[in-house]
C-alpha cells in the first residue's frame, strides 16, 4: 500500500510540474509574439504587407490564438468553440501568404483581445489535464508542446517579416555578441564510418516528421567544425563565383542568372570597401566572423563546389550533431540531454544576430562541431521525406503533404528558433531559392578525398 501511495504521489507531482512548465511556456511564447507585433509597430505597420513572401503580421499574432483555440480549448479540452467563424481567415492552407493582405481580418486590438480570452480558457482547462489518458495527443503534453512550438516557430517568421520590413530598428538590441576567441582548432572533423539512432520516437516535443528512430549506417566523412563564415563567403563572391556558371547545379544557374543576384540578400554595398548589410532595420559594417546568413540553397550549393566540397546529407548533419561514438548513444542535443542555456548555443532572440563562428564550446558536438544549434538554419543536399515507418499526426498538413515537393532539408535552428522548439532531430524544410529565413551552412566531404589546398576555390 506504502509503494503504491507513494507512486500516485510522484505522479501526481510530475503533472503538476507538467502543468507548470506548459503555463510558463505559454505566456513565454505569447510575451514574445506581443513583443514582435503590438508592442513594436503601430497598427498600419501591422496590417500592412511587408512582402508577398510574408503575410501581415497581425493575420500571424491571430493565427497562434486561433491555431491555440482549436487544438487545446476545443480538441484537448473538449470546450466550446469560441470564435469558429474565423477559422478559415486564419488556415494558412486556404490562404497563401500574398493573399492574407485582402482578408477581412481581425484588427491588432480584436487580436489582441481574441487571444486573451482564448488563452485564459486554456489556463482554465489545464488544471484538469491528464497527461497519462492513453491519448496520444494528451500523453505527456504532447498537444501542449505542439501549440508552444508553433507559436514560437510563427514568431520567427514574425522576425523574418521585420527583416523584410522598410525603415529603421523597432526590436531593442538585447546584448552584444560574445567575443569569438582565437580559433585554433582543426577546420574539420572525422565522422567515423559506423551506424546511428537518426529521429526519436520518445521524445514528447518531436513532431510526426522527426519519428520514428532508425538505424542509419554512413560511411566515414568529414564535416567543417564551423559554419561558413561572412569572410569566407565574400572570398566567393570576390573571386567572381557568382559569374562562373561552373560552380553552380543547373537549377542553381537559372536561379541565378533569371534573379540577378550577386550577393547573399541584404548586403548592400561597401562604404570605402568595408561591405555593409542591413539588419532589422540597422545598416552596419558586414561581421567577418559571424555564419554567413540568408542565402538559399543553390548559393550554399555554388559555394560548396568553388570549395572543393559538398553540403552534408541530412543523416550526416544528424550524426555530427548528436551521436556519441564512446557509448553508441544519439543525444537529443549536441552536448547531451541537458536544455540548452546561452552557454551552449545562441537561440531565442536573444542576440538578434548569429554568434561569432568558434564560440560557445559548452555545445561542442561530441565530434567536436561547433555551434550546431542555434545562429544559423544549416541547408543540407537532402530532400524532405518521411522517415522508413513515417506516419502521421496529428495531422497531415503539418509534415506528409510537403513530402516530395521541391522542399530541401534545414537543420539545427538559428538565432531566432526558441529553444524549445529545437533539438538535434528538429527537421525544417523550405523552397531551394528561399532567403529570408536566417540560413546558413557548413560543408562536408568524403573520407577518401583529398582535402581542399590553399589558394584559388577552397
Not at 501591422?46 to 513572401?53: D, G, K, M, N, Y
Not at 546584448?175 to 559506423?194: D, I, N, S
Not at 559554419?227 to 563572391?237: G, I, K, P, R, S
Not at 548569429?354 to 561530441?366: E, K, M
Request: aromatic share 10%; net charge negative; charged share 25%.
Amino acid at each position: 500500500m506504502t509503494e503504491h501511495t507513494t507512486g500516485a504521489t510522484g505522479d501526481r507531482a510530475a503533472a503538476e510540474r507538467l502543468r507548470r512548465r506548459i503555463a510558463a511556456e505559454l505566456d513565454t511564447g505569447r510575451a514574445r509574439s506581443v513583443g514582435l507585433t503590438l508592442e513594436a509597430l503601430d497598427e498600419a505597420d501591422l496590417v500592412a504587407q511587408h512582402s508577398p513572401l510574408m503575410s501581415p503580421l497581425v493575420w500571424d499574432l491571430a493565427h497562434v490564438g486561433n491555431y491555440e483555440e482549436q487544438w487545446l480549448l476545443r480538441t484537448a479540452a473538449g470546450g466550446e468553440a469560441l470564435r469558429p467563424d474565423i477559422d478559415t481567415l486564419y488556415d494558412a492552407f486556404e490562404n497563401p501568404r500574398a493573399e492574407r493582405v485582402s482578408l477581412p481580418l481581425l484588427s491588432p486590438s480584436e487580436a489582441e483581445d481574441y487571444n486573451a480570452a482564448v488563452r485564459a480558457r486554456v489556463l482554465d482547462s489545464l488544471d484538469g489535464a491528464a497527461f497519462d489518458s492513453g491519448s496520444p495527443l494528451l500523453d505527456g503534453g504532447f498537444v501542449y508542446h505542439m501549440v508552444i512550438q508553433h507559436e514560437h516557430q510563427h514568431d520567427e517568421t514574425m522576425l523574418a517579416t521585420h527583416q523584410l520590413r522598410e525603415g529603421g530598428p523597432v526590436l531593442a538590441e538585447t546584448a552584444a555578441p560574445p567575443r569569438a576567441p582565437e580559433f585554433t582548432g582543426p577546420a574539420e572533423v572525422l565522422v567515423e564510418a559506423g551506424p546511428f539512432t537518426m529521429g526519436t520516437t520518445a521524445d514528447p516535443w518531436s513532431y510526426d516528421n522527426e519519428r520514428p528512430a532508425h538505424t542509419v549506417d554512413l560511411p566515414a566523412y568529414w564535416i567543417d567544425t564551423r559554419a561558413v563564415t561572412n569572410a569566407q563567403y565574400l572570398d566567393f563572391v570576390a573571386d567572381g563565383g557568382y559569374d562562373d556558371p561552373r560552380w553552380w547545379s543547373r537549377r542553381g544557374w537559372e536561379w541565378r542568372t533569371r534573379s540577378g543576384k550577386r550577393t547573399p540578400a541584404f548586403w548592400v554595398g561597401d562604404d570605402g570597401g568595408t561591405p555593409l548589410r542591413r539588419r532589422l532595420g540597422r545598416v552596419e559594417p558586414l561581421p567577418p566572423d559571424e555564419p554567413v546568413q540568408h542565402v538559399c540553397f543553390f548559393e550554399a550549393d555554388a559555394y560548396a563546389r568553388w570549395a572543393g566540397k559538398r553540403l552534408p546529407t541530412e543523416a550526416e548533419w544528424e550524426k555530427a550533431a548528436r551521436h556519441d561514438p564512446a557509448t553508441g548513444s544519439s543525444h537529443r542535443f549536441p552536448w547531451g540531454e541537458e536544455e540548452p542555456r546561452p552557454e551552449h548555443a545562441n537561440l531565442g532572440q536573444r542576440l538578434l544576430r548569429p554568434a561569432p563562428a568558434g564560440t560557445h564550446p559548452a555545445g561542442t558536438a561530441p565530434c567536436g562541431a561547433l555551434q550546431m544549434l542555434g545562429d544559423v538554419w544549416e541547408w543540407t543536399s537532402s530532400d524532405f521525406t518521411g522517415y522508413p515507418g513515417f506516419s502521421a499526426f496529428p495531422y497531415r498538413e503539418y509534415s506528409e503533404v510537403f513530402f516530395g515537393g521541391d522542399y530541401k532539408v534545414l537543420r539545427g535552428g538559428s538565432w531566432a528558433t526558441h529553444p524549445t522548439a529545437m533539438r538535434a532531430t528538429f527537421r525544417n524544410w523550405d523552397h531551394p531559392l528561399r532567403r529570408q529565413i536566417f540560413s546558413g551552412f557548413r560543408l562536408a566531404r568524403d573520407a577518401g578525398e583529398t582535402a581542399p589546398g590553399g589558394g584559388g576555390p577552397r
